[in-house]
């Protein structure tokens, strides 16, 4: 994590400079990077809840548990859209005679339908 801390601390440094030498030309940079970032924290937040309760992301990310929950509560709706597309690619697979690649889809499916089970459970038992 240290890495990552210089390197955070070095990319603060450069966007201060480039805003400080052109605002609107770092303006789509920043944009971007918001967005990058905000896809890495929703990754971060769902690979967390697995093994962490909401409590213990509220407190590290400085916010309310309800918050934590409230802001990430698309979660689940992602993980239901994925378990749905690995569903229709273990079905295509099956009619394409790919018992490999229907084997794999499926796989992939019962470990998403997993992490939502243990993440709800996880959930309930923190009311």
Do not use: C, N
């Amino acid at each position: 994590m240290d890495d990552l801390d210089a390197t955070r601390a070095l990319l603060s440094s450069q966007l201060a400079t480039a805003i400080a030498a052109d605002p609107l030309a770092a303006l789509p940079t920043i944009a971007d990077l918001q967005r990058e970032t905000a896809e890495h924290l929703k990754t971060a937040v769902r690979q967390a809840s697995s093994t962490s309760s909401w409590a213990e992301i509220a407190t590290v990310l400085g916010v309310s548990k309800q918050a934590a929950h409230q802001r990430f509560k698309d979660y689940a709706k992602d993980v239901s859209r994925e378990i749905k597309s690995e569903h229709r690619a273990m079905k295509r697979a099956r009619r394409d005679g790919d018992a490999d690649r229907a084997a794999l889809a499926r796989a992939r499916r019962d470990e998403l339908v997993d992490e939502l089970k243990t993440s709800a459970s996880a959930l309930r038992d923190q009311r």
